[in-house]
């Protein structure tokens, strides 16, 4: 299960266990500078690229093999990539609220969010979720979002992300086109499970359903019900394509 930004893997909490109860292992990884994986704060180191290639040595380091990519947000942004690298890895993908971009141009929404998280003097992680999530968090769950930031430095991976997006002309565009290729012949499990209320991700399953191959041949795409932040809208009907993904995998 792979997060986005600004979030941490508290995100997957109602999720976890499900999907443990169900006879699956769980892995949820901190993606580096947020939760409790390290925070470099020199944001001339972070790169997409970059970012990728932390995640990949982290599944080759592991030898993970049979994997049900979990993603959604970044998490959507680096786990594609590692499909389209090694997907001899992976038995099946289900994406909510995330995608490929390749130099498309950012909608309305997104542009705003990044002028947002370059020019705002105070970057409040916790209510930067409240703000994309439909119910109402507790403050536990607002402070537990802020607990892996205790400084502005510390939030250097979580300002930068938006800026690494490769929509327009971004260096990371030709690494995306070389992604799709790959991911044009995977033929596994790939089901979409993207919200209902997401001003930014709306409608982006278009750009899966039909172009990769495992995403045709079965009834298994749905519409969850919430805002960006799907896993505290609607933990139950995210886990539900998760499971029913793994068992079209034969998982």
């Known amino acids: 299960m792979m997060h986005g930004e600004p979030s941490w893997s508290f995100l997957y909490r109602h999720m976890i266990g499900p999907v ?3 006879g699956y292992r769980v892995l949820a990884p ?45 998490g959507s942004l680096i786990g594609l990539r590692l499909v389209a690298e090694m997907p001899e890895r992976f038995s099946g993908v289900t994406l909510s609220n995330g995608g490929l971009p ?7 929404a997104f542009s705003a969010w990044r002028k947002f998280s370059q020019e705002s003097p105070v970057f409040p992680v916790g209510n930067i979720l409240q703000g994309a999530t439909s119910r109402d968090l507790t403050e536990a769950e607002v402070a537990a979002y802020d607990a892996p930031y205790p400084d502005e430095d510390s939030k250097a991976c979580a300002r930068v992300f938006p800026t ?30 993207f919200s209902d209320q997401d001003a930014i991700t709306a ?5 899966f359903i039909g172009r ?8 298994l795409h749905r519409t969850l019900n919430g805002n960006h932040f799907i896993q505290e809208d609607d933990p139950q ?3 539900a394509a998760i499971l029913d993904t793994a068992k079209a995998a034969g998982a």
């Open 203 to 207: 409608g982006g399953e278009k750009a």
């Open 30 to 74: 901190d993606l580096i500078g947020f939760g409790k994986s390290d925070k470099p704060a020199d944001r001339d180191v972070l790169s997409y690229a970059g970012h990728v290639a932390w995640m990949r040595e982290w599944v080759e380091t592991l030898d993970l093999t049979g994997i049900i990519l979990a993603c959604q947000d970044w």
């Open 164 to 193: 690494l997006v490769p929509l327009g002309n971004n260096v990371a565009v030709p690494d995306q086109l070389k992604a799709w290729k790959s991911l044009e012949t995977f033929d596994k499990p790939f089901v979409c499970a």
């Open 212 to 219: 990769i191959p495992g995403t045709k041949g079965h009834d």
């Open 237 to 239: 009907g995210f886990v």
């Open 20 to 22: 443990v109860d169900a």
């Open 102 to 108: 390749a130099g498309q141009e950012p909608p309305p």
